[in-house]
């Protein structure tokens, strides 16, 4: 200690002297352990940079049927023709991309200028060769006959024209009927045995029909639901419809053709704020037309206390079996939200006990397969036990899509093979930086991975045994007495995979990276960690047993053998009454002046200990009058004091004879390892807890 000033410059130096010198000799038992192996791999890509600006979301978006500004639906004719249409201007920063936008397979384009189509786009599909659209905008591309539906020529936007109209009210030729009308599904159905070629079914919201081009008469049988054949607007049937005027609520969300194409079915949605209809009248949210005879094969169905709108809002067939999704309870008495009709036996079913956690809207707004993989999105956080907007099938269980899936989606779309062996999932979402991607904004693709192991696990306290490799899947843990609980910290290797925690408190998917544990003292408490790779191909399950140290028995009273050590040169203080014993040392304690050894006693609040010797923690040179604070501690431990936060430190009972407490400092008594408890209590959130071992020569 030469060279060192005397009285308050003397005090600080050693201060610092004896902070760096515990750094030195500093091990952290929180520390994770470090092994070589690979990053996470992020499984959400994107094409290009993609961002857009709101749009006019029109009726639909007042019952929380459309999340504005968003995607509503995705169309793939092929890895270099792909488009997205919803609610949305200025796509991936083009001008023209308004409401509709198409990828090339480099770059996305708009197809006509900038406001050529002026509201939102509910569906598109392929017909006869060029792309059509369904939505709410009027007069695309500046064709006064483009209102509700339009196609895209390839150079510009060309209407669906009622030949030989008279009707200016919206353009003459325009096939909408009144200003509230508008169109939202579009199927193709091959070889209409009725007209002997492909037609386009249309349908949406037409409370009267499509205009037959002249003022307040409308083409027969066309409520709600039409006909399109690339010449003339007609209806499905001769000579009945769905939809009688009682019901004209009911929007037509999707249409779905299964078999040989004789039968159409028609999935309706109400963006009435109220379910106060006859059962009779919600049965209209599901029709089959045979070719001859429309029926309603619900037999029961009520409303859900999701949003306000209600109803079957999309459908995807499967085979022989068509999937519904909406906002909807007891569908027939068996499906809440998600259901599947067997078109041969004509009945509902529930699909797998799905089960929403909560949402808005249409709960159920996309269904799509890759694969033997069911994926339903919507606007949910969670579904039976998964976490985020998207709920997976895999044949034998519900999951998720990991933890940064955004929760509400409005359009999937599987695209499987499409690098011929590969497969992803397409998702159009509300929210940006869909999973972790600063590009994907509303619109992402998910890498169909096999992968399902961690690429990470660490605790906050303690230390795994063995360290953690990917490979090993059965670990030990124990924490010390002072810590109640501990802090893990698990990440997938494909950051698709989901993962679910399972403990005696049962099994949840994990929404976020961290899951704690609690463990009574002296008990063992069992955790583990099962990922599911995205294919649904493979599951790895991590299994932890986590033991916490018994609390430490009071020892009797002894007493300290005389020393032979130099009395120290501390100031007197007032001596405290001796009392009983105890092994572990906590903050609050006094030492008494005394130049003898005196007994060691302990109460709650008080100790009574000997002198200590001159040795100091970890450098000889150093008085032992001076120690190592609690802040000093934290600080060379790496915490995180919050604000506030309160800061305690505690000697394990089987370091009582190497170190002890004074205040809130650790003194050293002799050379050994001195193990502390440090502990921060923060005004709010989670106590932490980490194990200190400083080394005492």
């Known amino acids: 200690m030469q060279g060192l000033q005397r009285g308050k410059s003397r005090g600080f130096a050693i201060a610092v002297l004896l902070m760096s010198a515990v750094t030195l000799f500093i091990e952290k038992a929180s520390e994770p352990s470090r092994i070589a192996h690979a990053a996470q791999v992020n499984s959400y890509s994107t094409f290009a940079t993609v961002s857009y600006d709101a749009g006019s979301c029109g009726a639909d978006d007042t019952a929380g049927v459309v999340s504005s500004p968003g995607i509503k639906k995705i169309l793939k004719v092929s890895n270099t023709e792909i488009y997205v249409a919803g609610c949305f201007t200025n796509f991936a920063g083009?001008?023209?991309?308004?409401?509709v936008a198409k990828w090339n397979g480099t770059a996305w384009s708009g197809l006509g200028a900038s406001g050529a189509i002026n509201a939102i786009v509910h569906d598109m599909v392929m017909y006869k060769g060029d792309l059509h659209i369904a939505g709410e905008f009027n007069d695309a591309g500046g064709d006064v006959t483009a209102d509700m539906v339009a196609k895209w020529s390839g150079s510009a936007w060309v209407g669906l024209a009622v030949s030989g109209g008279t009707n200016a009210n919206f353009g003459v030729g325009s096939p909408r009927d009144l200003a509230g009308d508008y169109a939202a599904a579009l199927t193709v159905q091959f070889n209409n045995r009725l007209y002997g070629m492909d037609i386009l079914l249309v349908g949406g919201k037409f409370n009267n029909g499509i205009n037959n081009g002249?003022?307040?008469?409308?083409?027969?049988?066309?409520?709600?639901?039409?006909?399109?054949?690339?010449?003339?607007?007609?209806?499905?049937?001769?000579?009945?419809?769905?939809?009688?005027?009682?019901?004209?609520?009911?929007?037509?969300?999707?249409?779905?053709?299964?078999?040989?194409?004789?039968?159409?079915?028609?999935?309706?949605?109400?963006?009435?704020?109220?379910?106060?209809?006859?059962?009779?009248?919600?049965?209209?949210?599901?029709h089959k037309f045979d070719g001859t005879t429309w029926t309603q094969p619900i037999t029961a169905i009520s409303c859900s206390f999701f949003g306000s709108g209600f109803g079957i809002y999309t459908m995807q067939t499967v085979g022989t079996d068509i999937y519904v999704g909406g906002t909807f309870t007891s569908l027939s008495s068996v499906a809440d939200q998600l259901g599947v009709y067997n078109?041969?036996?004509?009945?509902?079913?529930?699909?797998?006990?799905f089960s929403a956690q909560f949402g808005t809207g249409a709960v159920v707004r996309s269904i799509t397969s890759v694969g033997s993989q069911m994926f339903i999105g919507g606007s949910f956080p969670g579904a039976f036990g998964t976490s985020g907007g998207v709920a997976r099938w895999t044949g034998t269980s519900w999951q998720g899509i990991g933890r940064q899936a955004p929760s509400v989606v409005n359009a999937l779309l599987g695209d499987a093979l499409y690098s011929g062996s590969d497969s992803r999932l397409l998702i159009g979402a509300a929210g940006v930086n869909i999973g972790g991607v600063a590009a994907a904004d509303g619109f992402a693709a998910l890498d169909i991975s096999s992968v399902s192991t961690l690429d990470l696990v660490s605790v906050d306290v303690g230390t795994l045994t063995p360290s953690f490799d990917p490979a090993v899947t059965s670990y030990s843990l124990i924490i010390p007495n002072g810590s109640?609980?501990?802090?893990?910290?698990?990440m997938a290797s494909a950051s698709g995979a989901a993962i679910k925690r399972t403990n005696t408190s049962g099994t949840i998917a994990m929404s976020s990276d961290t899951e704690?544990?609690?463990?009574?003292?002296?008990?063992?408490?069992?955790?583990s960690f099962a990922v599911n790779s995205v294919s649904?191909?493979?599951?790895?399950?991590?299994?932890?047993?986590?033991?916490?140290?018994?609390?430490?028995?009071?020892?009797?009273?002894t007493t300290a053998a005389p020393t032979t050590a130099a009395p120290t040169t501390a100031a007197p203080v007032t001596t405290s009454p001796p009392v009983s014993t105890a092994t572990t040392l906590n903050t609050e304690v006094t030492v008494a002046?005394?130049?003898?050894?005196?007994?060691?006693?302990t109460s709650s609040s008080v100790v009574t200990v000997a002198p200590p010797s001159t040795m100091a923690i970890s450098q000889p040179v150093v008085s032992a009058t001076r120690a190592a604070s609690a802040t000093a501690i934290a600080k060379y431990a790496k915490a995180v004091i919050p604000t506030g936060a309160k800061i305690s430190v505690k000697v394990l009972s089987s370091s009582s004879r190497y170190c002890k407490l004074a205040g809130s400092s650790v003194k050293g008594i002799k050379k050994g390892l001195c193990k502390v408890t440090l502990t921060i209590r923060p005004k709010k959130g989670s106590v932490v807890t980490k194990t200190v071992v400083l080394k005492v020569s």
Do not use: K
């Open 593 to 601: 002046p005394s130049t003898t050894p005196a007994p060691v006693t």
């Open 214 to 286: 002249t003022s307040g008469f409308q083409v027969s049988y066309t409520r709600n639901i039409a006909t399109w054949d690339g010449m003339d607007w007609r209806s499905i049937d001769s000579d009945s419809e769905p939809f009688t005027s009682s019901t004209v609520d009911y929007v037509v969300h999707d249409i779905e053709v299964v078999g040989t194409g004789t039968s159409i079915y028609v999935s309706g949605y109400r963006n009435s704020a109220t379910c106060s209809s006859s059962s009779t009248n919600r049965r209209n949210a599901f």
């Open 536 to 557: 649904g191909s493979s599951t790895t399950t991590y299994a932890i047993a986590v033991t916490r140290s018994a609390a430490t028995t009071t020892a009797a009273p």
């Open 94 to 99: 083009v001008a023209a991309a308004d409401y």
């Open 516 to 527: 704690a544990l609690s463990v009574a003292e002296g008990a063992t408490e069992n955790i």
């Open 343 to 353: 078109t041969t036996t004509g009945e509902f079913s529930a699909f797998n006990s």
């Open 484 to 490: 109640a609980s501990v802090t893990f910290t698990a």
